[in-house]
């Protein structure tokens, strides 16, 4: 027995957006039995496998087409205006959980292109949320996820700058300073979620406190990414896992004090599930 003592990061697990996103669906699965969900409910295999075995059904846009009269859940990262155009012309029933802070940001980026503003998200091309933003604009947005796609001897002298709200807020800033410094005029949008930010900071504290840190969360997870990089930057012994399965005792010394922590789309019933298997090393 390695004799672990295992702690549970109280600050880990399901932000609101998921938190509320989840429950909609529960609710409707528990009186209907069965719901269409357009893309992962969230980025986490476990969470989903059990939300199916409940009668979700993961669907993606191609499949939505051929859909009529159902029920479909709109998941927290939002969608763009064209989905719910096809909604009403398939009759279909929408169960909106897009995230208000989402949904504010979606407002302003719709707002910049109105006043035919150069647009830069610092975000992921293809990720969801960046594809509902794109959606509300009319004309060529620029995603980026590192400074160095940029050419800066050729964009626009004058961008509105915005992020995906999972990102890195310090990653951010430090784009807006490097534009800054190029000579590039940034009317600057932070629009990263501060639930996410926030754990920046909680989570710094958290991996020292402990010999090892083990960061539950799945490979889908761009906040999962991030947070997993704050926690490996201030402990080396931090170690991403997705199930406690993936779990290694050569991890581990006698006696070492472990602490679990995990993305904002972790359930903490999982991370439950890894601590139950750390005390049984």
């Known amino acids: 027995m390695k004799h672990l003592s295992v702690t549970i990061d ?74 719910y155009q096809l909604a009403l012309e398939n009759d279909l029933t929408l169960i909106d959980a897009s995230c208000p802070v989402v949904l504010k940001l979606q407002n302003r980026v719709k707002q910049t292109a109105d006043e035919d503003k150069n647009i830069f998200i610092y975000g992921k091309r293809g990720h969801a949320e960046v594809e509902g933003l794109i959606g509300q604009v009319g004309k060529d947005v620029v995603v980026f996820q590192d400074i160095n796609e940029l050419d800066l001897k050729t964009i626009p002298t004058k961008i509105s700058l915005y992020s995906q709200t999972t990102k890195s807020t310090e990653k951010f800033y430090s784009i807006y300073d490097q534009l800054i410094e190029n000579g590039i005029e940034v009317e600057l949008n932070d629009t990263t979620c501060r639930q996410v930010s926030n754990r920046d900071l909680q989570l710094r504290e958290f991996a020292r406190a402990y010999d090892v840190i083990i960061f539950v969360s799945g490979l889908k997870s761009s906040n999962g990414k991030v947070l ?43 991370m439950e599930e890894v601590r139950d298997r750390l005390l049984s090393l």
């Open 10 to 83: 109280p600050g880990s697990g399901f932000c609101f957006g998921v938190v509320y996103a989840i429950k909609l669906a529960e609710e409707i699965l528990d009186e209907y039995g069965k719901l269409y969900c357009l893309g992962d409910i969230v980025h986490n295999d476990a969470e989903i496998e059990r939300l199916k075995k409940k009668g979700l059904a993961i669907i993606n846009h191609s499949e939505l087409i051929n859909l009529r009269s159902e029920r479909v859940l709109i998941r927290a990262h939002g969608e763009p205006p064209s989905t």
């Open 228 to 270: 997993f990089d704050v926690c490996k930057l201030v402990n080396p012994r931090t170690h991403f896992i997705s199930s406690e399965n993936e779990l290694n005792p050569e991890w581990f010394e006698s006696n070492n004090s472990v602490g679990i922590c995990g993305a904002t789309s972790t359930p903490m019933w999982l």
